[in-house]
Every structure is written in C-alpha cells, then in structure tokens.
C-alpha cells in the first residue's frame, strides 16, 4: 500500500518531489534540531490521485490522517479540537517549486464553539481564543467554501467604526464573540449550511481546497510564467498552530537572511506583534522592521539571527524564514530558498563564492537567466528626475525604473497593454488574484503593505518595479484614483516609479542604459570562463551593434540590411529603384543606394572592430516598400512624377496572396541579380575602407536568405563573387571573404550535405524554418496559439521557444550533413530562439558554434550558454 503522508522526522531537505519545498524544508530543520510546531505532509502524490479520483479524498487516505493526528497528539499532549487544551493545525500548500502567494492556507483550524471555550480556558486568554476563532472561520469560509472575504471584512470594519477603535487588536473579547456570531451566519446565507462543528470534517475539507488551489485561475498563470508544470501537483502540510495573536509577548513576522533586493549580507524582514501570519503578508497592518524586535525581545532577536545564519550555510543560499513568537517563545513555520532581485540574486552569488559556500559553476546555475533582463533595461535619468514633481514617497519593495497609466483593476490592465499602452498598476495592496495585471504592468505600486507583503514579494520574483506600503497616498478604486495632500490622479494619468528610492513621481521620466559593472561584470566574467558556445546579436545598426558589444556580444550574426531601405531619406531612391521599368533604370537607382549602404556598414564595422559580422542580403517582397494607403499612393505618384494608374498597376503587380512563401530572399537575386551585387559591392567597399581608417583586418561574411536548392545559391553567389571580384580588381586591393546562407526552408535542412559544398557558413533562421515547418504564420498564429496552449496540445509557443522534437531534428540532421561534407563549415542561429535558454541548452548539445539574439539578450544568452556548458558536463 502506498504511503501518502510523513511525518516531520520521517523527511528530509531531498524529499521536495514528494514532500514538495515547504514540507522537505519543515523535516530538515526538524532534523536538525530547530524549534519547529510538530506535523505531518500530505504527500504530491496525493494531490495527482485527487485529481484523478474526480476530486475525491479516498477513505483510506483519510484513515492514514487520522493516524498521524494521533502521532501529533502523543508527541504534542494535546487532543485535537478537545474542549480542555486543543490541538489546532494550519493547514498549507507546499509546491515543489515554490509558488508564493498563489495557493492557500487556512490558520487555527480545529476550533468549534467548544474548543473555543477550552482555548480559551487553556491559554487563560479568552480574547485571543474568540480572536483565533473569527480569523478560521474567515479563512475557511473564504479558501474551503469560497465566500468572499470582503463580507468578513465589511462586519470587522463596521464593528470597529461602532466600537471606535482603528485597530483589530482594540477589540475587546465580547467583541469578537460578537463578530464570531455575524461571520457563522455569512456561513450559513451563502452555503445554507451550519459552520463545520466536526474537526475532521473540517481538515479534510481544507485539505480539498489546498488541493483545488493547484489549479485555481492564478496558480495556473504563475506556473505559466515561470514555466513550472502543471502535473507536479502540491503537498499539503498540517502542522499544529503556535499563535502569535496572543497579546504583546506573542508576535509573527518574515525574515530573510539577506536583503532580497539588494543581497546585502544583513536580515531583513518584518513582524507584528500579537498577530498571525497572514496579517504580515497580506499588509493589513504595517509591520515593524525586523531590527525593531532587537529592541523589543533581543535575546530572541539574536536566536533567530542564529538560526537565519545556520541555515543559510545549511542549505548554501539566501534564506526566507516565517516565524512565530507565543509568549516569548520562537518557533520557526518555514524557510526557503529566497526569492530575490538578480541584482540580489547576483550579488549573493557572488558573496556566497567568495565566502567559499559554494563554487563558481553553483553561482551561475543559482541565477536564472532570463531574470538578467531586470538589469539590462534601461534607468531614470538622474537629471530629469530633479525637475520632476515628485507625487509622495513609499517602500522601494522591488527596485527598477518604471513609467506608465495608472490604472486599478487587474482586466483593465491587461486590455491596456493589448491597446499598446504601458501601465503602472495601483492597488491598496495586491492579492493573489492580481496576478495576471501584475504580470503586464510596467511597475506596482500600493498604498497599504510592507517589504514582506504578497506584491513586494511577487514584484521581486517578478523583476517587476514596485513600490509598497504608500501611506502618503490615498487609493479609491471605487472612483479610480490617486489622491496625494495636493494632487488627484485619475485613471490613465502617467506616473513614474523609482523602485529603488521608493519616490513616486508625476509623469513620464527618461531612461538611461545600463552599464555591466561590479558584481554583475564579475559574475558575466565567470560566464565567460565556462561558456563554449559563441553569443553574437542581431543588429542593423551602429547603435544597437555598441549596445551589443557593451552587452559581451562576440560579433553579429544578424545585419538585416532591408531596415535600411525604409530610413526616410532612403525610400524614395528604393522606390524608384523598384518602379524602374529596366535594368538600366533598376541600376541607376542602385547607384545611390549604394553609397548609403557603404555608410551603413562602415559605421558597424567601426563598432565591431574585428569581430565577426554576418550581412544578410535583402529578404522581404519589393512591395513591402511600397504604400498600400490610397492618399499615399496618390501623394507617392506625384513625388516621382508618375501617372497615378500605371503605379497602381505597378503595385498591384507585386502583391501576392502569401509574400512569405513569395518573391523574396534569393529568389530577387535571381529575377534581378543587380540588387545583390550592388549589396555585395558595398559590403567590401566598407570592409576595405575601414580595414584602411582603423587599421584592422575584416573578413565580411556574406549570407544569402531563403535558399532551398544548390544550383539556386550556385547562381547567387556567382553572381556576388563575380561582382566582388570586379570590385577588387579595380581597386586594386584584397581582402577575405565568405559566403554562406541561412537554413530557413525545410527543404534546405534536408539537402545540407549539398548545399554545404557551396556555403562556407550556415545561419539557422528558426522563425521561418518553424514556420514552414508547422505550416504556420507566424503573423496570423497568435489568433489560435493560446487555444494550442490552453488546452494542452501544445505546451508552449513554438515561436517563443524552439520546436526541438520537430524542427530541433531538423536543426540536427542538418548540422550533420553540413559538417559531413565541409568539416570547416561555421554554424549558428540567428532566430529569435537564440536568446531563449532551453534553446541555447539544446544548441549547446548539438555543436553549434554560436546563437545570435537581440541585444538586450545577449547577457541572457552568455549565461545560458554557461549553464548549458556545466549541466552537459554534469
């Protein structure tokens, strides 16, 4: 028979698979000794059987609880809901990837109207037992029985304006007898049933609902997020309750054992006294800083920052611990690994390597690489900022630059940011159903919560800007808007977000670059050291080809030169040069293009110096580069002194029911060869100039789009090497030169081996070669790729993150061919997958000599190749 639950000493720290995070964490430190309430786990596999067993708990699942709830009362000496000294549980979820804020819990369950009475006899505390007591049968009503908790809180705030107090700790005990009343008959309105008197009944229905929250609506979208799978399934862990309600020797709080913002080596974290957990991270309360309860209680101060210490060398990495004080006594709920900025992130890496905890290779594979992009985008210009009207000030909870409309609700974010606007989300404090604005907004900002609550938390795992705990503002989401001592702003007014000082600012800011330095070039070195695969950017011009090179870009692998026809000074010369009715015509107009294009790449190789640049040769249909607007047609024929009618003719002869699969790439080389040939006599023309101005030696490299046939690149390269070599002639010079192709056609991964005897470089282009090889547009697949997703038939964007079992074996097969027959052949990828980091492993794996990305992901990419380098040598 299978064994679906453990006890807290039957675990260990290796067991997260099982146990899931929170419930391997709670065994290990019970094994090593630390103060940690008694409980058991529910196992991950319990949860799949839930879900396969039509969300039914099995009778022998249950009998196996109730041996454990026995197991806790022997080793506790309570009775469980028992009207003398009750034993009460919390009831949680423990993912194996942890999941903050996005399932729930459910505190002090076990108490009925009789237990009540014996805790509160117990404890000689009466207002902490009916205090305990409101507080489950809000969070039961809410988790288990989803009634909405605003009914709860609207009772707790109207008994407190009767009572005039401001604080839930004002409330007296006949107080909260009162409310214990009014929150049983929301109970019994909304399901028509009496409140749960049985504890067992209780237990197994809260542990249903922490088995629901796996798939409820925002687990499901975080786990979308960071790419965690669905069938992992949660564990649930009941441990029996310590309280921190129990007046002003009791407290709770949440602590990490570095700044997760920062990574500076000191705790932070804050707390409440004589509260539970739930008020710390839900920001009811504004908590104290974690350096108050130095003040307050320091010898269990120093106890806890013992205990931080431990574990962090225990486990080798920041740690984030819940904790609870009951009359002066510490106990300790939870830890984790914490969940942190990258500069955090980075920066106790590296301390964690320097401190000798752990290697370098362990610091690379601790930071995720496509949460570098927190730090390559772009800061608050530090001038502006000055005469900028600063609106109030807040806790700097997640750090970043951040502009946008503010608006309150999470579905108007979303339809924002679908209009193409960026948003600022303001909430009074964010809840777990935000999840979904959050995700698309620019920066959070709250007026209630602290460092600790659910939106610093999640903004900080997010790399989201945010500021928390606003008091100085007032948020009214009923009427939508901001309210500071002098200013009202409404909805869709900008505000900006500086996440770092916590400042919130009227209106739009400008943003700065920013610069690889400190721990982060330390780090990005050790990158270096361990990476095989080459890291090259898409880049067409001289800005974005620095961008790269300050980014750690070893050359370009991408120079789409068509972005150069569209600039406004140039597209009248294309357009002339398209509407010539005659090769003479044609290459007259070349003729000034030509000198524009030299132009344009001098200046990129003046950036790359002698690294690497790859020119791909025109690629888009001819009619892209004409208007398809009546009154621009109109305006168009009479620029260049045309008959109206035969433009429209013109026009209308280059459209084409499918232009990707139309006259473009190689095939305009082949209709009309002078095009090429003028892009191939400027390439050199630029590479000897600045071979000459800067003293260097450059090798162009040459790249013919969309070629699916050998005796099809044979003509366009003839036609360029003739055109090359008559260049050279006349200028009397020579200079080195390849010429390679892109793999972009289906037909040309499987012909490699032939096409390879021709080509000196191949260039994987994976947006069209996924494209033709799923028969998709990419332009049109948007309308029903998120159905493929939703409903499991796809399990991600095969645009996003590269196809490996279909296209990935055509990237294979083809590689191989392609060296089979030139073992000198270069091979890279200059698909939008080559800053994807599952791509990258994959590459890594098949010999590929380098990726080529955007540049604000090519730091993405050099530590995915890091990673890829140590996990394939593992």
């Not at 009460?88 to 996005?102: E, H, N, T």
């Not at 390559?376 to 409309?405: D, V, Y």
């Not at 800011?509 to 890291?535: A, Q, R, S, Y």
């Not at 009397?732 to 010429?739: A, D, G, L």
Request: glycine fraction near 6%; proline fraction near 4%.
């Amino acid at each position: 028979m299978s064994k679906f639950v453990y006890n807290f000493d039957e675990g260990n720290k290796d067991m997260r698979a099982l146990l899931g995070g929170k419930g391997a964490n709670l065994a290990e430190m019970t094994n090593i000794g630390l103060n940690v309430p008694f409980g058991f786990t529910i196992t991950t596999e319990a949860c799949n059987n839930f879900y396969k067993n039509d969300e039914k708990i099995s009778e022998s699942l249950i009998e196996e609880i109730k041996t454990h709830i026995k197991d806790c009362e022997s080793k506790l000496q309570k009775s469980f809901s028992s009207t003398e000294n009750p034993l009460l549980f919390s009831v949680r979820s423990g993912a194996v990837i942890s999941m903050p804020g996005m399932m729930d819990t459910i505190l002090n369950l076990g108490l009925n109207d009789k237990s009540v009475i014996g805790l509160a006899n117990s404890t000689n505390n009466e207002r902490f037992a009916f205090d305990s007591y409101r507080r489950f049968i809000q969070m039961f009503s809410d988790v288990a029985m989803e009634i909405p908790k605003i009914y709860f809180e609207n009772e707790l705030d109207r008994i407190k304006e009767e009572k005039n107090v401001k604080m839930d700790t004002e409330l007296t005990a006949e107080d909260l007898k009162i409310l214990v009343e009014k929150f049983k008959k929301i109970f019994k309105q909304e399901t028509g049933k009496e409140f749960p008197q049985d504890p067992i009944e209780q237990l197994i229905i809260a542990i249903k609902a922490v088995f629901k929250s796996w798939m409820n609506p925002r687990a499901i979208v975080y786990r979308k997020l960071n790419g965690i799978d669905d069938s992992l399934g949660t564990a649930v862990n009941v441990q029996a309750m310590v309280f921190g309600n129990m007046g002003n020797t009791s407290g709770t709080g949440v602590a990490f054992s570095r700044n997760p913002s920062t990574g500076e080596n000191k705790l932070f974290g804050e707390f409440l006294m004589n509260a539970q957990g739930e008020d710390v991270v839900a920001g009811i309360r504004t908590p104290e800083s974690i350096e108050k309860l130095k003040e307050i209680m320091p010898e269990v101060y120093d106890e806890f920052l013992r205990i931080a210490k431990t574990l962090e060398k225990h486990y080798k990495d920041m740690q984030d611990l819940e904790f609870t004080i009951e009359k002066g006594k510490l106990y300790l709920l939870q830890t984790r690994n914490g969940k942190r900025t990258t500069d955090a992130a980075i920066n106790v890496a590296v301390d964690l390597v320097n401190e000798g905890l752990i290697s370098k290779e362990e610091a690379i594979l601790r930071v995720e690489p496509k949460s570098l992009d927190q730090l390559l985008h772009p800061i608050f210009n530090a001038e502006m900022m000055k005469n900028t009207p600063i609106l109030a000030r807040g806790l700097a909870a997640s750090p970043g630059a951040a502009s946008g409309k503010v608006y309150f609700h999470s579905k108007d974010i979303v339809d924002a940011v679908k209009s193409g606007e960026k948003v600022i989300l303001v909430r009074q404090e964010t809840s777990p159903e935000d999840i979904e604005g959050m995700v698309e907004a620019e920066g959070i900002l709250t007026a209630r919560g602290g460092m600790t609550s659910h939106a610093a938390v999640v903004a900080r795992g997010m790399g989201k800007c945010c500021i928390a705990g606003a008091s100085e503002i007032k948020v009214d989401e009923i009427e939508r808007v901001i309210k500071t001592q002098n200013e009202v702003i409404k909805e869709g007014d900008v505000i900006s977000l500086d996440g770092t000082t916590g400042i919130i600012y009227k209106g739009e800011i400008e943003k700065l670059n920013p610069k690889l330095t400190g721990n982060f070039k330390i780090f990005m070195d050790w990158v270096n050291e361990i990476k095989i695969l080459g890291v090259r950017a898409n880049a067409d011009n001289p800005r974005d080809a620095k961008q790269a090179v300050e980014f750690g870009a070893e050359g370009i692998g991408l120079c789409r030169t068509e972005h150069m026809f569209f600039d406004k000074d140039r597209i009248p010369v294309v357009r002339q040069m398209i509407l010539s009715e005659n090769t003479e015509q044609r290459v007259e107009a070349l003729e000034k293009i030509r000198p524009m294009q030299e132009k344009d790449f001098y200046d990129i190789y003046s950036v790359l110096k002698e690294k690497s640049v790859t020119i791909r040769l025109l690629d888009p249909p001819l009619h892209e580069f004409l208007p398809y607007e009546d009154e621009d047609i109109k305006n168009l024929a009479k620029e260049m002194n045309i008959d109206e009618s035969h433009l429209r003719d013109v026009i209308t002869d280059l459209e084409e029911v499918n232009p990707m699969l139309g006259h473009r790439g190689c095939r305009l080389a082949v209709t009309y060869p002078e095009i090429y040939r003028m892009q191939a006599k400027a390439i050199i023309n630029a590479a000897i100039k600045a071979q000459k101005d800067l003293n260097i030696s450059i090798t162009p490299e040459i790249m013919i789009p969309l070629v699916g046939e050998l005796e099809e690149l044979k003509y366009v390269k003839r036609e360029i090497v003739e055109e090359i070599e008559m260049t050279l002639k006349e200028l009397n010079e020579n200079i080195k030169y390849k010429i390679g192709t892109m793999i972009e056609i289906p037909r040309a991964a499987l012909l490699a081996d032939e096409i390879a005897t021709e080509a000196e470089f191949f260039s994987y282009g994976t947006n069209d070669l996924t494209q033709m090889t799923f028969g998709f547009s990419r332009d049109d697949a948007g309308k029903f790729l998120n159905e493929y997703e939703n409903k499991k038939i796809f399990d991600f964007n095969p645009f996003a993150k590269l196809d490996q079992k279909g296209v990935g074996k055509l990237v294979k097969m083809s590689f191989k061919l392609g060296r089979e027959t030139n073992p000198h052949l270069h091979v890279g990828i200059c698909g939008e997958h080559g800053g994807d980091p599952d791509t990258i492993e994959f590459l890594n794996s098949v010999g590929i000599d380098y990726v080529s990305c955007s540049p604000f992901r090519v730091p993405i990419a050099r530590l995915a190749a890091a990673q890829a380098k140590i996990k394939q040598s593992k």
